[in-house]
């Protein structure tokens, strides 16, 4: 099973409509994160989540929320879905760094494609 | 502000041929984190690599090299004898400092394809 699962894999949605995508861990980290890759401006980061209590907006956070629910788990919503939220929405984790470390390497969940009509 | 080129936006090769896909950063930073991750077409990422700014070490795993040179802030990557499998855009990245919006800076992406 993968360590790093996205539900759904692709959606198509209207404007206006409120969408969660999910995003789930089996390995143990700490830290999660959400992309969104478009063609062009490559990957942008959302929002990331260093544990449960601990969420921070990160580049592109307008019209967008997180709900950390548990440590495996991190969810991202669109109050109300826009056509350029159209893209390729990433979840990722790491562990979190040990003593005289910045931070580690991200792993990568298999994406979701979301398309606002 | 960081910045991370890639300047080959596509490469095609014949298989068998070696590859060096181009990473130049900007940071000022000194301690810092470069990755390379892989983006194959199926879509997922895959890491690749993470090298700390105080290891200028060259790394080889199997058919893959890194060369780094802080003296020209440059993160090469090299895929020796190529395979189609290889085909693939793949991403050189570096560490934000602590606190910033973004964590990590990614370049735009070089799309190899490798024909048979």
């Known amino acids: 099973d993968a360590d790093v699962t996205q539900t759904p894999r692709n959606r198509i949605t209207k404007t206006g409509k409120r969408i969660m995508l999910e995003c789930s861990q089996t390995k143990g980290h700490d830290r999660m994160y959400w992309y969104r890759q478009d063609p062009g401006l490559g990957l942008r980061l959302i929002y990331y989540s260093f544990d449960v209590k601990d969420i921070n907006k990160g580049e592109i956070s307008d019209g967008y929320s997180v709900s950390r629910q548990a440590q495996a788990k991190f969810s991202l919503s669109l109050e109300s879905a826009i056509p350029n939220q159209t893209a390729l929405y990433f979840c990722?984790?790491?562990?979190?760094?040990?003593?005289?470390?910045?931070?580690?390497?991200?792993?990568f969940g298999p994406g979701t494609r979301l398309t606002v009509t | 502000a960081q910045k991370v080129t890639q300047a080959q936006t596509e490469i095609s090769v014949v298989e068998k041929e070696d590859v060096t896909l181009d990473c130049v950063y900007e940071t000022r930073d000194t301690t810092y984190y470069l990755f390379w991750y892989k983006q194959p077409p199926s879509g997922e990422l895959v890491f690749l690599i993470r090298?700390?700014?105080?290891?200028?070490q060259n790394e080889i795993s199997g058919r893959y090299s890194w060369n780094f040179q802080k003296s020209t802030s440059s993160f090469n990557f090299t895929i020796t004898a190529s395979q189609v499998v290889d085909s693939a855009v793949y991403f050189c990245?570096?560490?934000?400092?602590?606190?910033?919006?973004?964590?990590?800076?990614f370049g735009s992406g070089t799309q190899l394809t490798v024909l048979p």
């Open positions: 090298r700390n700014s105080f290891d200028e």
């Open positions: 990722a984790t790491s562990d979190s760094p040990s003593l005289g470390e910045l931070l580690y390497e991200q792993y």
């Open positions: 990245a570096l560490s934000e400092p602590p606190g910033s919006a973004r964590q990590l800076t």
